[in-house]
C-alpha cells in the first residue's frame, strides 16, 4: 500500500453543507491538519460551490438532499442556519456521519435535543464549534480554576461587547433568520461565551433576563430578535453573576471575564488572565499572543484526532454541555416572556431526558 493511499484512510472523509460565515477559510484550516479531506460542498449559489469545489477536485451541489443522499459523508460541517437544512442534517446522521456544527448547536433546546439525541442513537458526534474554548487565555482560566477552592469566589461579571473588538473566530449568521430582527444577540454571539460560563461553574441555578429590541417591528419581540441582554445569575454555594452582551458596543475590553472571590479577584480575556489580590495589587499576569486561525486549527486538530482515534484522543467538546448551554440560553428567553427568574433545570425536565450533570 502506498503512501499516498495510507494517507486517504487516516483522514475524515469531510464535507460542507453552505459556504457562507467564512467556510472557504474553515475548509482551508481543516485541510491544512491533515485529518480531513474535502470530498464535497454544497451552497444554494452553484457557481460558489463550483468554485470552492474546483480548489479541492472535489463535488459541488446546490440541491442538498442529493448532496447527502451521493456522498459517503464521515463529518459534516454545517454551516447553514438549521430552518434552511434541518431535515438533511437528521438524514446525514442517519447515515452515520459525524455533525460539526457552527454555533449555536440549533435554533433553540428541543431541537437541540433532538439532534443529540439522534446522533447518540447513531454512534456518532453532535459537535458545536467553539475555537473559542482554545484561545490561550481561556484556556489558562480554565486550567487556573482547577487549582484553587471555587467556593470561595462569589460574584462572576461577564460583559459581551458584540463589536469589532468581540472576539469571535467563526462570524455568526445572526440576520440570516428572517424570525430575527435586532439580532438574536444571546443566541447567536454568546454561545461560546455562555458555554465558557458553563464549562468552569455549571449552570445557574435562576437566570432572570431582561432584553431590549431597537427594531421598529415590535412583533420581533415574540422571537429571538434582541440586540441588548442583561441577565442576572443565580449558581450553588453562594456564587451570583451579571450577564451584558450589546450589539452597539466594541471600543472596551474584549469579552472581559472579571471573577471576584474572597483570596483574590481575576480578569480573562482570550489573550490574558490576571490574577489580583483584594487591594487591587497584581499577583500574576500571563499574557499571550492571539490568533483566531490558530485557535480554528487547534479545535480542527481536537475534532480530528477524537473521532479518527477514539480510544486514544477524547474531544474536548461535550453535546451535554452543548445542551446546558442552550438550556441556558432558553431559560433568558423565557425569563424575558415571564418577567421572573427561571430555571435551566425546567428544559431537561421537560425533554423527559436524565437531568443535566451540571
Same mark, same amino acid.
Given at each position: ?5 495510507q ?12 459556504l457562507?460565515?467564512?467556510?472557504p ?6 485541510q491544512?491538519? @491533515?485529518?480531513? =479531506? ?6 444554494t449559489d ?6 470552492i ?5 472535489c463535488?459541488a451541489f /446546490?440541491?442538498?438532499?442529493q ?7 464521515e463529518?459534516?460541517?454545517v454551516a447553514?442556519?438549521l ?20 454555533? *449555536? ?5 428541543e431541537?437541540a435535543n ?8 447513531n454512534?456518532? &458526534?453532535y459537535?458545536t464549534?467553539?475555537p473559542?474554548?482554545?484561545a490561550p @487565555?481561556?484556556?489558562?482560566?480554565? /486550567?487556573?480554576l482547577?487549582t484553587v +477552592?471555587?467556593? &470561595? ?11 469589532? /473588538?468581540?472576539?469571535q473566530p467563526?462570524?455568526?449568521d445572526?440576520?440570516?433568520d428572517?424570525?430575527?430582527? @435586532?439580532?438574536?444577540?444571546l443566541?447567536n454571539?454568546?454561545?461560546?461565551l ?10 445557574p441555578?435562576q ?18 430578535g ?5 441577565a442576572?445569575l443565580?449558581f ?13 458596543t ?6 472581559p ?10 480578569v480573562?480575556t *482570550? ?11 497584581l ?9 483566531p486561525?490558530k485557535?480554528?486549527?487547534?479545535m480542527?486538530? /481536537?475534532i ?17 454541555? +452543548? ?5 441556558f440560553?432558553?431559560t433568558?428567553?423565557l425569563?424575558?416572556r ?12 421537560m425533554? =423527559?431526558?436524565?437531568?443535566?450533570l451540571?
Open positions: 500500500m502506498s503512501d499516498q493511499q494517507e486517504k484512510i487516516i483522514r475524515l472523509k469531510t464535507a460542507s453543507l453552505g457562507g460565515r467564512a467556510m477559510q474553515l475548509l482551508e484550516i481543516a491544512s491538519t @491533515g485529518l480531513y =479531506e474535502i470530498i464535497s460542498v454544497s451552497d452553484l457557481a460558489n460551490a463550483e468554485k469545489a474546483h480548489k479541492y477536485n463535488s /446546490d440541491d442538498y438532499r448532496f447527502i443522499l451521493q456522498n459517503d459523508i463529518l459534516l460541517i447553514e442556519p430552518y434552511k437544512c434541518v431535515e438533511f442534517v437528521k438524514s446525514a446522521i442517519n447515515k452515520k456521519c459525524h455533525i460539526l456544527k457552527l454555533s *449555536p448547536t440549533a435554533s433553540n433546546f431541537q433532538e439532534l443529540v439525541s439522534l446522533a447518540k442513537k454512534k456518532v &458526534q459537535i464549534a467553539n473559542s474554548k482554545f @487565555g481561556y484556556e489558562c482560566l480554565t /486550567d487556573y482547577k +477552592d471555587k467556593k &470561595q469566589y462569589y460574584f462572576l461579571n461577564v460583559c459581551a461587547s458584540l463589536g469589532n /473588538d468581540f472576539f467563526i462570524a455568526s445572526s440576520l440570516a428572517p424570525k430575527l430582527n @435586532g439580532g438574536g444577540v443566541l454571539d454568546c454561545f461560546e455562555l458555554s465558557l460560563i458553563a464549562a468552569n461553574f455549571a449552570l441555578q437566570v432572570y433576563a431582561l432584553m431590549t429590541n431597537k427594531g421598529a417591528d415590535r412583533r420581533a419581540k415574540q422571537y429571538l434582541e440586540d441588548t441582554v442583561n442576572s443565580v450553588k454555594q453562594g456564587l451570583i453573576g451579571t450577564f451584558l452582551a450589546a450589539a452597539q466594541g471600543t472596551g475590553s474584549v469579552a471575564v472579571r471573577i471576584y472571590g474572597a483570596d483574590n479577584n481575576i480573562a *482570550p489573550n490574558r488572565l490576571a490574577v489580583y489580590d483584594n487591594n487591587g495589587s499577583i500574576n499576569e500571563n499574557k499571550y499572543p492571539l490568533k486561525e485557535c480554528i486549527t487547534e480542527f486538530i /481536537d480530528g484526532r477524537a473521532i479518527l482515534e477514539p480510544e486514544k484522543y477524547k474531544l474536548r467538546s461535550s453535546s451535554r454541555l +452543548d445542551l446546558g448551554v442552550m438550556a440560553i432558553e433568558a428567553y425569563s424575558r415571564t418577567a421572573m427568574p427561571e430555571s435551566p433545570r425546567k428544559f431537561f425536565e425533554s =423527559e431526558k436524565e437531568l443535566s451540571f
